[in-house]
Structure formats: C-alpha cells, structure tokens
Nanobody, 126 residues
C-alpha cells in the first residue's frame, strides 16, 4: 500500500510562486507515474501535470504549461510541482496521485490513478 502526502500549499499574491511536494511512503514505491490534480472551489477535479516515474517524461494541462514544472526525486520517492506566475484562477485544493501501471493516454484521467493524497490548499489573491 502506498501513502501519499502533499505539502507546500498556502496563500500567495498573483504573480508569486509556490512549490508543492508529494512524498510517498509505505511499500516500495514502484509507481509508473505521478500526477497532480486540482479542484477549484465549487468545481470538479482537473488534471494539472504528470510525470513518468522511470523516464521522467512530463505532461501538462494547457492552462499551466510554461508556468508550472513537475519533477521527481526517485531516491526520495518524492514528486514536486513548482508553480510560478500564479493567477487567482489557480486557487484550488491540489492533490497528488500515483498510477501503478502506465497506459498511454491516461495520465490526464483521474480515474486511472490508484493512490491519492489528502490534498493541500493553494490560494492566490489578486
């Protein structure tokens, strides 16, 4: 069983930066991919970014590409989401998720992930 825990959320002004951390614990972490999702207030969960654990290939939602960067430290079983040039519309609860086996074209689908963290809140004020 894999446990995920996010940290690094908080409040920031528009244009600022935050770095989220997703730490994995439990049995040996053999995830195929880790993704970040977010849920804005009153809206559904949406894909933000994902990274293939072995090769490091990255994928982004168009709304964050060029502003956010996902990375991972395999030795620490930790993934990161560096968020720059934050906008008020980035305000949301952010979740990391781990996918046990990779299937092409599924990284943006929340239902394809097997493990989820409890989330961390990000608030961007104008």
């Amino acid at each position: 069983q894999v446990q995920l825990a996010e940290s690094g959320g908080g409040s920031v002004q528009a244009g600022g930066s935050l770095k989220l951390t997703c730490a994995a614990s439990g049995t040996t972490f053999t995830s195929a991919a880790v993704g970040w999702f977010r849920q804005p207030p009153g809206k559904g969960r949406e894909f933000v970014a994902a990274i293939r654990w072995a090769g490091g290939s990255t994928y982004y939602a168009p709304t964050v590409e060029g502003r956010f960067a996902i990375s991972r430290d395999k030795a620490k079983n930790t993934a990161y989401l560096q968020m720059n040039s934050l906008k008020p519309e980035d305000t949301a609860d952010y979740y990391c998720a781990a996918q046990e086996s990779y299937e092409p074209g599924t990284l943006w689908l929340s239902g394809s992930y097997d493990y989820w963290g409890p989330g961390t809140q990000v608030t961007v004020s104008s």
